[in-house]
């Protein structure tokens, strides 16, 4: 199955700076990446994603990178404000045979924005 | 729409009980999921079902048991309790309509905090 490792587990920054996440992955079929961000006592909700065919994708202060040779991804937070303190996930869609459609996620990120 | 909604929101339970946690969703989808979230460990899956009369295990079945009789209920069975069964539970579902299966973004439900003593 899919392995996917998230580093680091926690992460603070001062309000402003900008907050990197990295993944990796381990089995090459798996072609979509989704982030969540959990807020605390909350349930995770998706952020952004991105699929195989693509290296980059912003949206406005958030982008996450791809690259499938290398198998891993990136959550880049610029500018980052005290609303972004939450944990985030990674996460890798396989999709071959019984285990189609199924996330495995990695194990989060706490990042700590700091006023 | 109300979405995906879990029951009960928390509860207590001995150990050795049985308990089944409730997960609706009013929104079609085909794939539900059951996660299970403990501090450090992210979110892990325990059953899920790709579509009403199917269901597959995940990465930690042990102990749990799911069953999808129609589209929009996938109830979690704990047949008998164990204190490391303690933890946040999370339904979530997505659809697998058309061709954009493998892309499309899994809804979580509220969560269902259980502690097993």
């Known amino acids: 199955g899919e392995n996917v490792e998230q580093h680091p587990s926690t992460l603070s920054v001062q309000e402003g700076d900008s907050a990197v996440i990295k993944c990796t992955y381990s089995?090459?079929?798996?072609?979509?990446f989704p982030w969540y961000k959990q807020e605390l006592g909350k349930r995770p909700q998706l952020i952004i994603d991105?699929?195989?065919?693509?290296g980059e994708k912003k949206d406005q202060r958030i982008a996450v990178t791809l690259n499938k040779t290398a198998k891993h991804f990136s959550l880049h937070i610029t500018e980052t404000q005290p609303e972004d303190s939450a944990v985030y996930f990674c996460?890798?869609?396989?999709?071959?045979?019984?285990?189609?459609?199924?996330?495995?996620f990695g194990r989060g990120t706490q990042l700590t924005v700091w006023p | 729409t109300a979405g995906i909604t879990q029951a009960p929101t928390s509860q207590i339970l001995a150990a050795g009980r049985s308990m089944t946690l409730r997960c609706t969703q009013d929104m079609r989808h085909n794939a539900m999921y059951w996660y299970r979230q403990d501090l450090g460990l992210g979110l892990r899956l325990i059953h899920y079902s790709n579509t009403a009369g199917t269901t597959g295990k995940g990465e930690v079945p042990d102990g749990y048991s799911v069953s999808r009789a129609n589209t929009d209920d996938f109830p979690l069975t704990l047949a008998s309790a164990v204190p490391s069964q303690t933890s946040v539970y999370f339904c979530?579902?997505?659809?697998?309509?058309?061709?954009?299966?493998?892309?499309?973004?899994?809804?979580f439900g509220p969560g269902t905090r259980l502690t097993v003593l």
């Open positions: 089995d090459s079929a798996s072609n979509y």
């Open positions: 979530a579902s997505s659809s697998t309509s058309g061709g954009a299966y493998l892309y499309n973004e899994q809804f």
């Open positions: 991105i699929r195989s065919n693509v």
């Open positions: 996460a890798a869609i396989h999709d071959r045979g019984s285990t189609l459609g199924r996330l495995y």
